[in-house]
Every structure is written in C-alpha cells, then in structure tokens.
Antibody, heavy 113, light 106 residues
Framework: EVKLVESGGGLVQPGRSLKLSCAASGFNFNDYWMGWVRQAPGKGLEWIGE????????NYTPSLKDKFTISRDNAQNTLYLQMSKLGSEDTAIYYC??????WGQGVMVTVSS | EIVLTQSPTTMAASPGEKVTLTCLAS?????IYWYQQKSSASPKLLIYYTSSLASGVPDRFSGSGSGTSYSLTISSMEAEDAAIYYC?????????FGSGTKLEIK
C-alpha cells in the first residue's frame, strides 16, 4: 500500500523558515517523480513544484521559485520542502504526492506572529 | 502558464441525475487529471490521462475530451458524490489546477 506521511508543519512567525518532510513507503521511491501541492484555508489547490527520480530536474511554480526548495533523499525514502521568508499567504495545508496519483494526508502550516 | 477554467462553479444534482463538469484550458493540453475532494480530506484521483478510471473509483465516473476542452461525467448522481472536483493539467510547467466545481446533492 502506498503511504505518504507529511510532517514538520506548525505555527511559524512571519519571515522565518520551515522544512517539511514526506516519508514514503509501500513503493519503490526511487522510481517516481514526487510533487508538492498546497491549499490555503477555504481555497483551491496550488501546485508548488516537483522533483524527478534522481533530483536532476526540479520544477517550481514561478511565484515560489525563490522561496521554496524541493529535495529528496532516496536512501531515506523522503521528500522535502524547504520554505523560507514565510508570510501569511503561505498559511495552508501542504500535500506531497507521488506522480499526482497518490497523496499524503497533508500537514498544516500557519504563519502568524 | 496554462489556465484551467472549470464550470459550473457550483451546482446541485438530484440522486440518479447525470452530471457533467467542464474544464477548459487556455492552451491545448495533452490530457487532464480529475480529483474529488471531500471536506478536509486530501484530493482523491478519479480520472487520469483524460479518460482512465483510477483504481477503486466507481464506473459511474468517466472522463473525456481533448485539446482545450475536457469533461468529467457522473452517470447517476449519488449522495456520496457531493464534493469539490478539480482538474489538473500536466502538459507543461507550471502545472495548474482548475478552481474547482462544488457539487451538492439536492
């Protein structure tokens, strides 16, 4: 069974950084592109970016390219999202997804002083 | 960036009614994914590559389309189908989602 579990969320002050993790199990992590998607409260889905199998290709949505960094550790079966210069507009549930077919349960990030 | 426009924004359907949701792309895309999202749950994949039914999804759901126009059809509405539906284009980055259609049961 494919399982994706996000962690690392919580309350963070504006301007600070936060790193999310997505632990994968139930499939060969090395064989799949992985992505991050977020959803602000009461809003729709927003694609953040994705990373290919060997980290040689990483794509971002333009508005977040300078703030967020996606990486992965295939030895640890884990996907990461490093977020910096956080603002209130980054308050959202953050989901990781395996080739956009299987999704994690999401982790809440709240940016507030 | 390819913009996906979903219509209607909101609709209500009676049990047994046929429902068609539309996703229009600002430029031609190769295929579309469709998702269902209920309350605070994560999105559930319904349709991939425009018309392929995801595992475990009831066959009352179907997808069709090409180019800039795609649709998701529910052949016979059930109460459990009340949810928000999103389309996603994966043809070019940045990937983009439609703004969603909220489907309610009458």
């Amino acid at each position: 069974e494919v399982k994706l579990v996000e962690s690392g969320g919580g309350l963070v002050q504006p301007g600070r950084s936060l790193k999310l993790s997505c632990a994968a199990s139930g499939f060969n992590f090395n064989d799949y592109w992985m992505g991050w998607v977020r959803q602000a409260p009461g809003k729709g889905l927003e694609w953040i970016g994705e990373i290919n199998k060997d980290s040689s290709t990483i794509n971002y949505t333009p508005s977040l390219k300078d703030k967020f960094t996606i990486s992965r550790d295939n030895a640890q079966n884990t996907l990461y999202l490093q977020m910096s210069k956080l603002g209130s507009e980054d308050t959202a549930i953050y989901y990781c997804a395996r080739d956009y077919s299987s999704w994690g349960q999401g982790v809440m990030v709240t940016v507030s002083s | 960036e390819i913009v996906l426009t979903q219509s209607p924004t909101t609709m209500a359907a009676s049990p047994g009614e046929k429902v068609t949701l539309t996703c229009l792309a600002s430029s031609s895309v190769n295929y579309i994914y469709w998702y269902q999202q209920k309350s605070s749950a994560s999105p559930k994949l319904l349709i991939y590559y425009t018309s392929s039914l995801a595992s475990g999804v009831p066959d009352r759901f179907s997808g069709s389309g090409s180019g800039t126009s795609y649709s998701l059809t529910i052949s016979s509405m059930e109460a459990e189908d009340a949810a928000i539906y999103y389309c996603l284009q994966l043809t070019s980055t940045p990937l983009t989602f439609g703004s969603g259609t909220k489907l309610e049961i009458k």
